[in-house]
């Protein structure tokens, strides 16, 4: 990634103080770990995360109730052991534990009906870098699975994903979402969300 990423920059068109990095699911994952590993993106979007592999290893897909441990030992993470046989490669791929050494502000998208990696690994992520304070929200739209299905949450997120790189590529300011937060009891569509028209912020 990083060697890729380098190339393009060293072809002149572009801003390597201005990268930005954007993942879901297993390249959610990716996105988070690789914010531990450099400082090459001044922003990233993560979604639907599996932040830390020893307490998703113990639990269940949701939607067809697997057990994940065959997730972590044979298949996408190809560990190739048990966490009792070997829990350091576990720790080793889990961004939770180099949360401390993110430095990229980060958006993270986990919704709570989630039926393939449990909503409580993106819950995980960011009380540990709000505990670290670092910059960083999450965004969880109700009763949606792995990424929005509905049309308003998709607009919704696709919004609000913008403007958080907008405010750290571009420059633009930041939105009111963003400084102040919406609490989870005041949660509804376009709530906080500013729209950027052609006439500016509405």
């Known amino acids: 990634m990083i060697p890729g990423v380098s190339h393009l920059i060293s072809q002149g068109f572009v801003d390597k103080d201005r990268v930005g990095i954007q993942?879901?699911?297993?390249?959610?994952y990716q996105t988070a770990y690789i914010l531990t590993r450099t400082n090459m993106f001044k922003a990233a979007e993560a979604g639907a995360?599996?932040?830390?592999?020893?307490?998703?290893?113990?639990?269940i897909r949701?939607?067809?109730?697997?057990?994940?441990?065959?997730?972590?030992?044979?298949?996408?993470?190809?560990?190739?052991?048990?966490?009792?046989?070997?829990?350091?490669?576990?720790?080793?791929n889990s961004p939770l534990f180099f949360a401390n050494k993110i430095e990229t502000p980060i958006l993270l998208l986990h919704n709570d009906a989630d039926g393939a990696v449990p909503w409580?690994?993106?819950?995980?992520?960011?009380?540990?870098?709000?505990?670290?304070?670092?910059?960083?929200?999450?965004?969880?739209y109700n009763g949606e699975p792995h990424w929005p299905v509905k049309r308003e949450n998709r607009i919704d997120f696709q919004t609000r994903m913008m403007q958080f790189f907008d405010h750290y590529l571009k420059d633009a300011p930041m939105p009111r979402w963003m400084e102040r937060g919406v609490p989870a009891i005041e949660k509804g569509i376009y709530q906080g969300l500013e729209l950027v028209g052609e006439d500016g912020v509405q």
């Open 23 to 28: 993942g879901h699911s297993w390249s959610g």
């Open 49 to 59: 995360i599996v932040a830390n592999m020893t307490s998703a290893y113990g639990g």
């Open 62 to 92: 949701w939607e067809s109730g697997r057990a994940r441990m065959f997730q972590y030992e044979k298949a996408q993470s190809r560990l190739g052991v048990s966490l009792w046989d070997n829990p350091l490669p576990y720790i080793e």
């Open 120 to 140: 409580y690994q993106g819950i995980e992520m960011y009380l540990a870098m709000r505990r670290l304070d670092k910059p960083t929200w999450m965004l969880n």
